[in-house]
Every structure is written in structure tokens, then in C-alpha cells.
């Protein structure tokens, strides 16, 4: 099987040959950047959630099950990661950290409790 032919590499104005979309070098550089924006996108997340989540507590300072002081925002459908549900305001209550806490242990079906070893 032949090679792949060697062309320039694809950022401009380098001229080292390649035989990926990019010198070894530019490769590298690529890839670094990436993972740098990457980390950034999910530091402006959190960021962006705290604040939604301080504004949500300061409205609803109480938790919907039990009346005390509310210091979480649950998701009252489990957004799984799912963006629209992560940042819908109509799917956020404002819960105590205890009632939150069973309410995890809820949607965990109790199942993986179970399967954990007992805490000492
Ligand atoms: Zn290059
Ligand atoms: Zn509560």
C-alpha cells in the first residue's frame, strides 16, 4: 500500500511536509489548544451556573419539600448532561442540601447503594 503523499502542512505560511493535515509541530500546537479551550468552556460553565443558581436561591430561598433554607437548585427532570435542560429556569427548585440528598438517593433507584460497601 503506498503512502500518502506528502503536502505542506496545513497551517499557513509553514512549509515543513507533511503527511497528516499538519506538520508533527502544528499537530502538537492543535491539539494543545483543544484541550486549553476545552477547560475554559467548562470553567465560563461553572461560572455561568453559579450565578444562575445564586439568582434562583435569592427568588426561591426556600426548599419546595420542607420549608427550611434552601442552598441547592435541583433539576427537577435529571438533564443527563442535556443542555436545554440543564439552563431551563421552569426545571430548577430550589431544595435544602438533606431533602436533595434523598432525593438522589431516590433517582439512584437505591440500586446503586447497594452495590456500594457499607460506609465504616
Ligand atoms: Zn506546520
Ligand atoms: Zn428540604
Sequence with gaps: MALKPLRPCNKPYCNELTRDRYCEHHMT???????ERETAGKR???RRWRKAREYHLSMFP???VCGRS????????????N???????NNWQSM???????????EDGGYGNILKPPRS
Design 62 to 64: 426556600v426548599c419546595v
Design 29 to 35: 500546537e492543535l491539539t494543545r489548544s483543544d484541550r
Design 44 to 46: 465560563g460553565y461553572n
Design 83 to 89: 443542555h436545554s435542560l440543564f439552563w431551563e429556569p
Design 96 to 106: 435544602c442540601a438533606s431533602c436533595h440528598q434523598a432525593k438522589t438517593n431516590r
Design 70 to 81: 434552601a442552598t441547592v437548585v435541583d433539576h427537577i427532570k435529571a438533564h443527563k448532561g
